[in-house]
């Protein structure tokens, strides 16, 4: 019970600052673990706005993120992760992100 509150807080907490800062260009299931301390446990890509800077990179549905500005998933504090995220347009996030044939590939999403 308690992954799912946090869960529903952190998805909460990400859509609330997609709207007043940067938009990433894509949107993410994201799933953590822990209550004082959360964890991502693991974060894929659920949608793509089409022309965005994440597009651009090749990132697409399905593409798990395994870091976050270096960050490393499983493992990464969700505030550390939230942070990263939060920056404001025209700045870069840096992502790690693996295809689901295995391949890996960085992505420097500008936020727009």
Excluded at 9 to 28: C, L, N, P, R, W
Excluded at 52 to 79: F, N, R, T, W, Y
Aim: glycine fraction near 8%; proline fraction near 3%; include cysteine.
């Amino acid at each position: 019970m308690r992954s799912i509150v946090i869960l529903w807080f952190t998805i909460i907490a990400f859509s609330v600052f997609a709207d007043s800062q940067g938009e990433k260009g894509f949107k993410m299931d994201v799933s953590v673990s822990g209550f004082f301390s959360p964890e991502v446990t693991k974060a894929t890509i659920k949608s793509v706005v089409k022309d965005s800077s994440a597009e651009k990179q090749g990132i697409e549905i399905g593409h798990e993120v395994v870091a976050i500005d270096g960050c490393k998933i499983p493992g990464c504090s969700a505030s550390i992760a939230k942070e990263a995220l939060q920056k404001n347009v025209g700045e870069v996030v840096i992502l790690s992100m693996l295809k689901p044939n295995g391949e890996a590939y960085q992505a420097e999403v500008i936020l727009q």
